[in-house]
């Protein structure tokens, strides 16, 4: 019996010996799927990514519009007049009561 196991020991090797060029090219060849499994996933992934940060690029760049927007109509004249004369009662100096200042 342990004649028959080291003769076929013998012989499997004998076989890898003589095909070594075929399992190698085997061996580069699951490599070569593997990786393009491995990089087509990458690539899925990176793109996936990408989709999320351009809707989150146009999201914000509405919230900056709508921020714009906001700041130029708080801006105007009339709105902080409105605001200085409710909120703090405040109201426009008379002209013989304004003092200017120059500093040389």
Avoid: C
């Avoid at 070569?32 to 990408?50: D, E, G, K, P």
Wanted: net charge neutral.
């Amino acid at each position: 019996m342990a004649d028959m196991d080291q003769g076929l020991v013998r012989q499997i090797w004998q076989d890898i010996r003589h095909y070594k060029m075929t399992y190698v090219l085997m061996f580069v060849l699951l490599l070569s799927a593997f990786s393009v499994i491995y990089f087509t996933h990458l690539n899925r992934q990176t793109t996936t990514q990408l989709d999320q940060l351009l809707s989150q690029k146009d999201q914000l760049n509405i919230q900056w519009r709508n921020l714009i927007l906001e700041q130029s109509a708080l801006a105007e004249h009339s709105e902080i007049e409105q605001k200085a004369h409710s909120f703090l009662m405040m109201t426009r100096p008379l002209a013989k009561e304004e003092k200017i200042i120059k500093i040389p």
